[in-house]
């Protein structure tokens, strides 16, 4: 139902056309997403608090640059999820970014960030996990520090990034294997902790179950986890975290 | 927001005390659920077909009780499952029937019977799951007739009870261990078929999960399943196919 | 065992040539399906409610052709899932229809369709298995309308849907990842619904595991559940529960 | 290495007995954590946001009695979970709440609340978990507001409490069985969301995994995920957030 | 249909009131269980080898009593596996034999014995599973020759029951743990090998899985595998193999 | 040790040049396998049961080819499972027959069968199982029948080889997706049955693990069940059974 | 066969009463374990290098006691594990220590201890499983230092037992939950590392499977994994360590 | 902090320019990895006795080139493991030798090996997992045995290597399928074991879980277990054990 349905009943009402019972059973019958919804769909963006994004894999390559497009022509911004360089060279969009480790495209971010989200992984293999949170983070409007490569093997690397763990409002840990770095990271700190389990590892990583089962049993209390390699959650969650 | 406001917004308009406008963008505020949702809370036994049912488990005794008087008290009807003898000797209502297999308290069914639900199930272990569903499918005003003990191992049982496949709207059959009378009864009827898998069983049934996965993937098409044990969610549905 | 042994048996009778006891031990020999499983043979379309289908996967290209061509022969109309165009164009029949999203082809389907299904699907990725239970469903002779996209995120849109809901027999709805969508329908219809889980998703998804055990486990009573992407059972059982 | 020790050294080289070279080296043995770690724990309750809190499950009444008093007598305050009612009786300390349904104590916690968290859950048996969440957050000094009984199945009443998810600075979510909830309310607001699955259900809720890798796999981007039942980290990760 | 029918429709046959037509069309639509599943039933014994028996577990203990006594007046014989000493004192059959470990009940096993099984324990918990494999063979008809506590970690008592194993025609092999016995007693006969998996074990034992998945993995080919504490299923088996 | 050096000290006791003490010190500490082992393996074809057998699987093409022409060298026979085409074409051994549907190559088998076994598999999808299982037991010796395309969907086929189960010694079932068919055929015969899970099924046949729990929980006792796939094996179990 | 008879045909030889061919023959097939498998035993406790321990779980407690009570009387010393305090008080045998936590009984154990052991464990409630690899170990002849309760959430505590590390030849880690200890210990030290998974921790701590795959998925390489609460082997096996 | 800015404020004690109560203020709030881990990192290799090895996995074959050259630059050593031979093509340094089964590659290890490590392995299929351990430990420094292809199918085998398990310090076992090879041969010796499941077998191998399951469980106690297919972890404590 269109604004102008409503306007009419009213009018009627008005001009003397319609019984104040008559109306009320007009309007009590209307189906409310009229009223309401159609309002919200309005405010997608804040109701969400993620605007519209591309998740590229499993749809064909010139129906992303179709979709990238159109979203371009309409808001100046998009930003694509597991894409290919091919993708990215099919779209032609001057200022577009690729990020190849996490095959994320990203284009009309705000210059502005907000606060301080660090991103921290484990191993050389968890970096793409770790980019597309940090591309996300920076998509939405927060200011991201990513530290790659800060395993427990070598847990006194950890020690060096102390600094940047007190100067950050929220902190991202992203890791495979025995998933025990946002537990260690976790002791060091009070602030909010998003761990995301990778699927690297072998044998009983079980495709990364197993980080993401010893991340959710961690001693430290009241980390949040995210499901596996999903570094575009982590980095929606940091943002939502981070601009509070 | 109550009617009276709504009311209150229109008599305004009729008075002109408040313009067509102004009385669009008061309503358009008005939060949806108070013009739809309290409508559809009026119909809700028709919206989702099982009138309120109370489950047991893991509820006090006494709480149980308590609840199932007061919802006897306003509509003469209730049903109870997973129910203790304890409970039912707790109620003191007249003509409440308890089953003592399966725990059902059952009162207020309706006496006219519509359509004809047959339920098959395979070992005597079974039984408690497949009256679970013929009380319940039998107090939402369905008939019902109930085989038990129709085991594979007996397949030339099966044969026998052909006749009442024949004469059911739907059948629903329950079985534990390796989960096959399903595939076997519906080799033998085009009508549709509800597979009950129970946790009867021991080593790799899993608590039921074998039986589960095996009536998911049977060779008939188009089987439905339900949860492991769940003789109520299997009386509903059939219910609801029975009364079409 | 003929019908003639079994007519040269009651000849000798007649005949006076076998006493009513040696006849009698003659016929109680005799393989019983000679007598019943025969004719009910001749009438397995009836019997089981799904006419022979081609399940291509797996099978060589040339053989599909072939059995499908046979099958054209004798009753103008077959149905192949998980077809690939290749056997498409090797078919070379007329006015047989290929699916593209689910792989279906469809040919010879009656023209007065019956009743009305509803189909509901989740994501745009979980159309392929959304297209096989709607191609299936109006091959088997019912009438079938498919809403794509509707997913929990957006919830609003479901509202818009309630119309067709309100107007279908029976209500299947295919979704992937948490599986939510049934129970959200579920609450709004006391209509028969039939819940297709997908393998969409990654991690914790466990190739469709989680969305299944999410839709057997929906706390709205009585949703009959299907096997991972099995949209072609789906179909059937709809179909079976349109036509009651 | 107490700090005598380091003063020592430090006098040794003002007094000349000790060059700078040799102290140097003597420092440089040191164990480092004697310069650093002593300071930090000074701080624990800073570093990790939640001070000591005693879990009860698996150790003897009497020793959780007398660990209580004991951090009652040092901070006049303490937390403890999964503590049964004879240990509240046990305490015999004035002032200190038992809250039956999630078994949780409570004293000393400040009466200026922060910020604003809801704890909404899904049906009755989810309280526990969903009481434990809101005593946790309320202990560490946040305001909460609870909504219980909010199933996916009577998704109208989720409407009714838009406008306390309007207010809360981070929403908890506590639900079972299919865990559909966290998505539902994830649709309609960008607040961060924290999902807590519990292990009520039967079959194959396989103990609380299906809701929680539902949880995981939300279509809603960005939802923390906690471990099963555990109703006390969701109630710390909120509090962090919340304090923001 | 009993026999009197048949023989009724024969009679009029001979004598002249039916034509062989009609007499054709009577018999081709009795229900062909009546011809050949009732005779079947008369040799269920033959038919699958296995005469009833009773499986005590989750049956109150007067009923096991009632059906076996009522099963004793007719045969002079049965089995009851999983039973309480209580349901043998209640019994009170004279020469009815009790096996403690296994909970067996036994009476009216052949004395003449045929063939020779072997059967073969790993440990002193694996001896219930063991007993009850022995006495159910033995009450079917089998010699059966027992030797237990024959692990792999003390190999070399294998070898010292070398001579059994080339006397017996079949070997059932019972292990808990990790399952290697039947592997390493297939690598030294070519008698067909029955292996049963126990629940014994913890941890990574999985219930009886470990053991399970070892023995369906022996890098001998050929082992025949029951499932998990089978005990009865594996005496069947042996015996059915034994009686070749 | 050679046979020399035992028979020299034998000669050095004759001669006298080794007192029995000195010569029983001597053979006391000969390393036992010496005497037996080396023994075993001359008669390792009888000690097993299954002569040597190829599995292709994993291995170069050319290495199969190899060690298959040496081995028809020493013994005119061999059997190579899992195989391509292209290895057969590489053989160039005349005789050599290739099966397609399982991959397997095989020559020199006894042209004198024992016994009787009959293969029944479930549908098209599994006969490469059957075959292998076929092929093997044929090829240690045994005549073997095969009925393919027996599914429980069309039980009425069942009945039809029940004569052919009446004539077999043992019977192979061979079956995918819900795996019922061996308690089905189980239930007609008191036969020993081997049966074979096979791999055949998507969702939750979890790549034969349904099928392959659903026959360990036959509710026909006594039933033999091989891994998954496993056609090898149970060609080697029945052949063993078979010519008991 | 007894040493007797192989004399008896050394001294035939000798006397020239059996040729060397005859001799040969008849050593030749004496079974094998008569000359080499008798001796072995003797030296049983050096071969597998733990004498015999008394595992009490399942075990009625007389049994118990009579088994340590003979064991004791044969060799001084005995261990029995998972014992509760009725088996000690029933031993009545001085000297014998009891140890709670674990329910070791320990006595006869050597008072000159080897090497160094050390047993770190990560919360109060791994602590049995810590004590029961300490007791193992040093009954063995080990010489044992344990530190309890060194989490992975107060890391800095680790630091403070890295001298322990360091004067240690051998370290046990035992932790439950997420099981991220030993990979922190492994990162400072260069000494094996034998990590024990304990049970503890709840929902996806999965029984201690989570601890264990995790330990197994180290990104420190080389650390040695024992079965979930499996103290008494990870005493063995640091104690075969130790003692190298 | 460098070392300068500990000797300047050490210096300015000396000068008395600093008191020493200000001096300790500020080396108490260094950040403690300036003292010890920096020193802590020089020594690397003794901490965690596993020098860098390349994990060639998942990296660009370009990438392992260059990091190797690096390596080698710098320290003459290297070690690739799951190298491809066009990386070993690509290095084109003289002297490093390529392993093809396991795609190893090594170059610089110590010409004087320690101690004496024994390999043995089940299948030719473990043959990768059992040389990739092997040039892990002799690259490392270790001498190194190693026995293929000792299945427990031909468990005699077994018996003729018990020289080299005698003259072992500690032994190496990798198996595949049901993964009873280590309990066979740790009831052979009191050696320290080291357990390798790898994932060869199908169906229920699970890809290396039921081998790794059952090495868990062995009956022989104290075996230490490895990730599955990880040759280069049990290398690594192999040699950590070797060396002591």
Chains 1, 2, 3, 4, 5, 6, 7, 8 share one sequence.
Request: charged content about 25%; overall charge positive; some cysteine.
């Amino acid at each position: 139902m269109d604004e102008s349905r409503i306007r009419n009943i009213l009018g009627s009402i008005q001009s003397g056309r319609l019984s104040i019972d008559a109306a009320f059973r007009k309007l009590r019958h209307l189906p409310y997403e009229d009223l309401s919804f159609a309002k919200v769909d309005h405010h997608r963006h804040i109701r969400q608090g993620i605007p519209e994004v591309i998740y590229a894999e499993g749809k064909r390559e010139e129906d992303v640059v179709a979709i990238a497009r159109s979203m371009y022509k309409k808001s100046k911004k998009f930003l694509i999820t597991k894409a290919s360089k091919k993708i990215y060279d099919g779209l032609k969009i001057k200022n577009a970014v690729f990020f190849p480790s996490s095959g994320t495209i990203s284009i009309g971010e705000d210059k502005k960030k907000k606060g301080n989200i660090l991103i921290v992984s484990a191993g050389t293999s968890d970096i793409p996990v770790a980019e597309e949170a940090a591309v996300t983070a920076s998509f939405l409007g927060s200011k991201v520090e990513s530290i790659y490569d800060v395993g427990v093997a070598g847990i006194h690397r950890l020690m060096d990034i102390r600094k940047s763990i007190d100067s950050a409002k929220v902190v991202v840990v992203v890791a495979g294997m025995e998933g025990a770095l946002p537990s260690v990271v976790g002791s060091l700190t009070d602030k909010p902790i998003i761990a995301v389990p990778t699927s690297i590892g072998y044998g009983t990583s079980l495709g990364g179950l197993t980080a993401l089962f010893a991340m959710l049993n961690s001693c430290v209390p009241g980390i949040a986890v995210m499901n596996i390699d999903n570094g575009f959650g982590a980095g929606c969650l940091a943002h939502k975290i981070n601009i509070l």
